[in-house]
């Protein structure tokens, strides 16, 4: 019953790095989603994409990008990690029209030190 | 965006009904009222939606007053499991925001034996 997998449950990167979080999907969903969640902030959202290719800017995008090359992989990429991107990152899929229901992947814990 | 206010915090016991309120007066004609909760460590997962209407599921029943100023999510038999932070969002439907979420900081529901 996996809907929204995400690659890896902890991740420990040095200040610098380059890192890659994948989340695939296998509900076929156009939209995906990515938030990071922070203790007294909530989830915020980083980058959406409508289809392959397309992308757009959340609300908190600096220091991240995304790729979306196939439907059910959504990538997000942090450039140059930096210690204030140790958060908790959520992946989210929709599948669009009339669906009131979004899903989650169980998260990437990331610390940078 | 209608902004909800929910407790921090609230406790329940086994077997008896959790009742988590949430205050949205300033709620317009077409938004809807979402409920989501997150378990330790996992992504939140969608209970509810409704517009006007009580609306029950398999997990959960949603009961929004006639002015739709505030609603009650009900657990009817709560179980140790749905120990969780649960969120309630107040928004337009998914479609016409591309599927976006805003989180606040939600109900912390704690169920003892």
Not at chain 1, 89 to 95: E, K, T
Request: include cysteine.
């Amino acid at each position: 019953d996996v809907k929204v997998t995400q690659s890896s449950r902890y991740l420990v990167k040095r200040t610098g790095e380059k890192v890659f979080l994948e989340c695939v999907q296998d509900m076929d969903h156009e939209n995906m989603f990515w938030y990071r969640q922070d203790p007294g902030l909530g989830l915020r959202l980083i980058y959406f994409s409508y289809d392959v290719k397309m992308k757009e800017k959340g609300d908190i995008p600096e220091g991240y990008s995304v790729s979306r090359e196939k439907k059910e992989r959504f990538s997000l990429i942090l450039e140059s990690a930096s210690t204030n991107q140790t958060s908790m990152y959520l992946c989210a899929s929709w599948g669009g029209d009339q669906v009131y229901e979004q899903y989650f992947g169980p998260g990437t814990r990331l610390t940078v030190t | 965006d209608a902004k909800t206010t929910q407790p921090p915090s609230m406790d329940c016991a086994e077997g008896r009904a959790a009742n988590l309120p949430c205050n949205h007066s300033t709620i317009s004609g077409n938004e809807y009222v979402y409920w989501y909760r997150q378990i330790h460590s996992q992504g939140p997962q969608y209970i509810i939606h409704g517009l006007k209407n009580n609306e029950t599921n398999e997990m959960a029943s949603l009961i929004i007053t006639e002015d739709r100023k505030s609603s009650t999510l009900i657990l009817p038999h709560a179980t140790l499991r749905d120990t969780a932070v649960y969120y309630c969002i107040v928004r337009d439907s998914l479609y016409n925001q591309g599927g976006k979420l805003i989180f606040g900081q939600g109900t912390e529901l704690s169920v003892k034996p």
